[in-house]
């Protein structure tokens, strides 16, 4: 009988005792990862952790039983379950239950570390996955379809977005009506419009919009005591004076009318400045004093246009007979 000296192989075959050995002799050199629960090897680090985390989760949340490899991961996981955020952004009234979370915030969103230009067109985006997304704007492939009626999407998001508004059932409904809306916003904008009753607080400086007079005036004391290298107008953040010297604040015109079109919002209008014109611009219009938001957005009536070639039209019934023929629709 032929017996390995480094493992419990036996055999009473020479041939396949010479055979085994020689699996010995080509691991002498190589390190190898052995799991210290089971025993099992691994040729690599990475192969002996994602088995480890895989199989070994010995760390449970009693709260939720969700269970972790280590625990360290699990005291993360925990605050998660608490009712307070202690971690509170010096620049918006965000809160987070880990002060990593914050800084990615604060990182991200105020500070702009990760923003990405793309290559096409050099607009700027806060991550890759937002840049990732707005790359498909690029193409003419629209592969997301809906299912109900055909018309189909450059992305996922945008499909989900025409789910809800055109096929999901009704999700809100008026406390001072008989009107439902799909969308959240169209029922604040119809409240304010039809029953003057107001549900946006417009900053005066910035125009971001809350859905409370208490916010709104915690986001206005933000504007008069801004923090070091951080704009009282934009409430842009930097982290040199260069940068903040050079930044792009917000200026203010009467509307958002360029090229005989109104881009209704500030977003759309600095973004056609830019790649039509090659003009940066960060232009807002200031309320209207004595009218709501959804009362001033409802003088404006909507362009019908076709996303596709951009052609307008009187109503949307002769929009979407276009559409058709314009290969938008499929029928």
Do not use: W
């Not at 009506?177 to 005066?204: A, P």
């Not at 973004?271 to 009362?295: D, T």
């Amino acid at each position: 009988m032929h017996r390995c000296q480094h493992c419990s192989f036996t055999t009473s075959f020479l041939k396949s005792f010479q055979q085994h050995a020689k699996t010995h002799e080509s691991r002498k050199g190589t390190r190898h990862h052995a799991c210290k629960r089971c025993n099992e090897e691994f040729s690599t680090k990475r192969d002996y952790l994602h088995h480890k985390r895989a199989t070994h989760r010995d760390h449970m949340c009693d709260t939720c039983g969700l269970a972790f490899d280590t625990k360290f991961v699990l005291e993360m996981h925990r605050k998660r379950h608490e009712t307070v955020r202690p971690y509170k952004c010096e620049y918006c009234p965000q809160e987070y239950y880990t002060k990593a979370e914050k800084l990615v915030h604060i990182r991200r969103l105020h500070l702009k570390v990760f923003e990405v230009s793309c290559t096409e067109c050099a607009l700027t985006f806060p991550t890759k996955q937002t840049l990732a997304q707005h790359m498909k704007t690029h193409t003419n492939q629209r592969t997301h379809t809906c299912n109900v009626c055909g018309f189909s999407f450059k992305s996922h998001t945008h499909l989900n977005r025409h789910m809800k508004e055109l096929h999901q059932g009704v999700l809100y409904e008026c406390e001072h009506c008989s009107s439902t809306y799909r969308r959240k916003d169209k029922l604040r904008m119809h409240v304010e419009k039809m029953h003057n009753i107001q549900t946006y607080f417009v900053c005066d400086i910035c125009l971001h919009s809350y859905d409370s007079d208490e916010k709104l005036q915690e986001h206005r004391t933000r504007h008069a005591n801004p923090k070091e290298l951080q704009c009282g107008v934009c409430l842009g953040a930097y982290t040199t004076k260069e940068q903040f010297d050079e930044h792009l604040c917000i200026t203010y015109r009467e509307n958002y009318i360029c090229c005989d079109r109104d881009f209704k919002y500030h977003f759309f209008y600095n973004k056609h400045m830019f790649l039509v014109h090659g003009e940066q611009a960060n232009v807002r219009v200031k309320p209207v004093n004595g009218l709501l938001l959804g009362q001033y957005r409802a003088k404006r009536k909507q362009a019908e246009r076709c996303p596709k070639c951009e052609q307008e039209f009187p109503t949307r019934q002769q929009k979407k007979n276009h559409m058709v023929s314009c290969g938008v629709l499929t029928h």
